[in-house]
């Protein structure tokens, strides 16, 4: 079973802080990865890809890969409460729109 | 820019029903997948389709199908339905690998 693990949290941490969520995954053959941000009632929105071992960042948003290792991990800085929803990590094959998603984390920023 | 249509957003049927959900994707993209996605199981892949044709297919019974029209239109049909088949359904399009645009979701209820 090719599987995406997240904890399922919810993680909770204080405006301003630094939000670090992680995401293992089992199939090697995986070579694209995503975080995906939900609100509650909506819809994924897609917030980072990343493709290569190492560090992407984009704006507040840093996502690192480790394909050894096979870990995944999304860092938000200066967290606003507006970041609270849940963060999907999906991986997915070389070609094609097949992703497979962990089952999420759930962050809280309190003010 | 117009974003990913899904139709209907919100449907009852009963068991032994077929439903068919409709989505249009973003213009220019040629790439359209279909989620499901329940409080139990998080986001399934059920398929892809690309240029009218299936390009990946899902973990998902024979019951559960698709098509791809040739304007990117895409509608996915569900036969015999099942309580458990309610779910969020979710269409996603895309221009490259993974980075998928999700729609607001059809939400089925099987009685």
């Known amino acids: 079973q090719k599987e995406v693990e997240q904890n399922s949290g919810p993680l909770s941490v204080p405006e301003g802080a630094i939000a670090s969520l992680n995401c293992t995954y089992s199939?090697?053959?995986?070579?694209?990865f995503f975080w995906y941000r939900q609100y509650s009632g909506k819809s994924p929105e897609l917030i980072m890809s990343?493709?290569?071992?190492g560090d992407k960042e984009d704006g507040r948003f840093t996502a690192q890969l480790n394909k050894a290792s096979q870990y995944v991990s999304l860092l938000i800085r200066d967290s606003q409460p507006s970041d609270s929803a849940t963060y999907l990590c999906?991986?997915?094959?070389?070609?094609?729109?097949?992703?497979?998603f962990g089952g999420g984390t759930r962050l809280m920023v309190k003010p | 820019k117009a974003g990913v249509t899904q139709t209907p957003r919100y449907l009852i049927k009963t068991r032994g029903q077929q439903v068919t959900l409709s989505c249009s994707p973003i213009?220019?993209?040629?790439?359209v997948s279909w989620y499901q996605q329940t409080p139990g199981q998080g986001l399934q892949f059920l398929f892809e389709?690309?240029?009218?044709?299936?390009?990946n297919k899902g973990n998902f019974p024979g019951r559960f199908s698709g098509r791809q029209f040739s304007n990117s239109r895409s509608e996915m049909n569900v036969s015999t339905l099942e309580l458990g088949d309610s779910a969020l359904y979710l269409c996603?399009?895309?221009?490259?690998?993974?980075?998928?645009?999700f729609g607001e979701g059809s939400r089925l209820t099987v009685l």
């Open positions: 213009s220019g993209h040629r790439s």
């Open positions: 996603a399009s895309s221009l490259n690998g993974g980075e998928l645009f």
């Open positions: 199939d090697r053959g995986s070579q694209s």
């Open positions: 999906a991986g997915a094959p070389h070609a094609g729109n097949m992703l497979t």
């Open positions: 990343i493709y290569s071992n």
């Open positions: 389709y690309f240029s009218e044709t299936q390009r």
